[in-house]
């Protein structure tokens, strides 16, 4: 087990449909959730439960999303925390100005909704760097322009050092350790219409194994066809986030969803953000609740 001190301080992250899910992990759990750091992802329940609105409105056509309405959503949503909580919250939001899949026009309405709840200088941007759909990096990843597996791109900055800085106050960096990266068992969380996959991942400093250092909690949640499956442990590795979670004691949890294509359809394994797994998936009892809320105290060194 391990000693997660301030668990109402714990962060979240995500790319593309893990941005987006990241983005309403936040909103119903903002008791908890301090801090996010959201790559290529949109306003919450944008999609309103409907697959041909999350892949129009909510991607490609942002001019037709009503920031005002999806505001008032929130504020009449039952199943969730107080959007009282998202005043303390520090965000960070990053979009590529070549991004074909998630129009960077959906990533300033994310910003809009955003400042409806958490004042505008606890909200940072990084509009500028010409990248394609992806988490971008200093060295790492195709070309900035390509657009493709693993959805890393090398753009000559690093999203992951600059997001941890803002939504965890971190600087400093540390070599990571292959051997501090644990699977844990996910089945017991969840069940097969979730999409989730069997196994997932968490990062553990050295200085949190044993539990006897406090240690902070962040969790990642992933892009469509960026699971272990699809790309092994490219995403874990090489976004950036583990030298400084090492430097800092922070811990890493890394849920992770497999494809499916019957029952839920999630042809691309992506987590639930326009309600492949039923009508309440934006709300408390969403997906991946439960194993980031109790991975990172029954599973490890």
Known sequence: SYNISQFNETTVSGLSAGGFFAVQFHVAFSSIISAAGIAAGGPYYCAEGNLPVATTTCTTMPATIDVAWLVSLAKNMRGIDDLGGLARARVFLYSGTKDTVVDPGVVKKLEEWYEAFVPSANVKTQYSIPSEHAWVTSDFGNECSFLGAPFINKCGYPLGE?????????????????SNLFTFDQSEFYTSAQSMDALGYVYVPTRCQGGKVQCRLHISFHGCLQGRLSVDTDYIMHTDLLPIAEANDIIVLFPQVEKSDLLPFNPKGCFDWWGYSGIEYGELII?????????PYSSGP
């Not at 803002?166 to 292959?178: E, R």
């Not at 997906?287 to 991975?295: D, Q, S």
């Open 287 to 295: 997906p991946a609740a439960a194993a980031a809320g109790t991975a």
């Open 162 to 178: 600059r997001m941890f800085s803002w939504i965890c106050g971190t600087s400093s960096n540390s070599t990571v350790l292959k």
